[in-house]
């Protein structure tokens, strides 16, 4: 039985202090719920957001990681300075840092690796451009990211590993993907755990899609067999709307 993992990801947004009145503000209107929640912030913001979301049973990620132990790394954070923390969620390879900064799933693997030493859950990303879907290829590049990033990782670890399905195309565009097109993608990804690690492990891996999700469109997402979850962007900078999704 998979529960349901609803993630805010605020990407580049909030201050602390804007952090600080968006946790006043959910936490006024989070009466709980059946799904897993969890807001992944910047750096900046996680030691307070932990603060303030104890004992409410939302969760707290970081949106990025180095997979080194430690070192001379200028600008970069370690594993373990997330976990002093008490960050329970860490995002990688999203398409935006594969874009902008290099990752590849080379790295996406190391850094999984390092998180799947402690307690911190990786969510990993996958996901093609427009160009790719419109050349009928996505499905084959999305099958690489899977192999690259998750090469060498026990099965026991895979199970800890939540999968988000961004479509490039659909990431801050408006253009959600139909739920038929999310959930095909979704149910290829948990084929593609299943060839990779066995039916046991895929049936407990947490899918979630991403792109453009909002109110109007998370029932309709979150209803299909495949899709145990939602990563979310835009729409989780303002409480109000989170809390819709997650109630939805
Ligand atoms: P939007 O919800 O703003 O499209 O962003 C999706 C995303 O990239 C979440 O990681």
């Not at 969890?38 to 939302?58: S, Y």
């Not at 988000?164 to 659909?170: F, T």
């Not at 979850?229 to 409480?239: E, F």
Request: charged share 25%; glycine share 10%.
């Amino acid at each position: 039985m998979r529960i349901p993992f609803i993630a805010g990801n605020w990407k580049m947004f909030k201050t602390k202090a804007e952090a600080k009145a968006f946790a006043e503000e959910f936490a006024a209107l989070y009466q709980g719920t059946d799904v897993r929640t969890a807001i992944c912030a910047p750096f900046t913001d996680l030691e307070l957001l932990v603060e303030l979301f104890r004992g409410t049973g939302i969760g707290v990620g970081a949106q990025n990681v180095h997979f080194a132990e430690e070192g001379a790394y200028t600008g970069e954070v370690s594993v373990k300075m997330l976990e002093e923390i008490g960050v329970d969620y860490c995002i990688v390879g999203h398409s935006e840092r594969r874009q902008y900064f290099a990752e590849t799933d080379e790295t996406v693997n190391l850094k999984l690796k390092k998180l799947l030493e402690g307690p911190i859950r990786p969510i990993m990303c996958v996901g093609e451009s427009l160009e790719q879907r419109d050349a009928g290829v996505l499905f084959d590049f999305v099958k690489g990211q899977l192999e690259g990033g998750l090469a060498d990782i026990a099965p026991e670890d895979i199970k800890k590993i939540v999968i988000a399905y961004e479509p490039i195309w659909a990431i801050g565009t408006g253009r959600t993907a139909t739920p038929e097109q999310a959930e095909e993608m979704c149910a290829f990804i948990r084929a593609t755990l299943i060839d990779m690690f066995g039916e046991e492990v895929a049936d407990e891996v947490i899918i979630q899609y991403g792109g453009s999700v909002k109110p109007a469109n998370a029932t309709d997402i979150m209803n299909q067999d495949e899709i145990d979850g939602a990563l979310v962007g835009g729409a989780s900078l303002k409480a109000p709307d989170f809390m819709q999704i997650i109630d939805f």
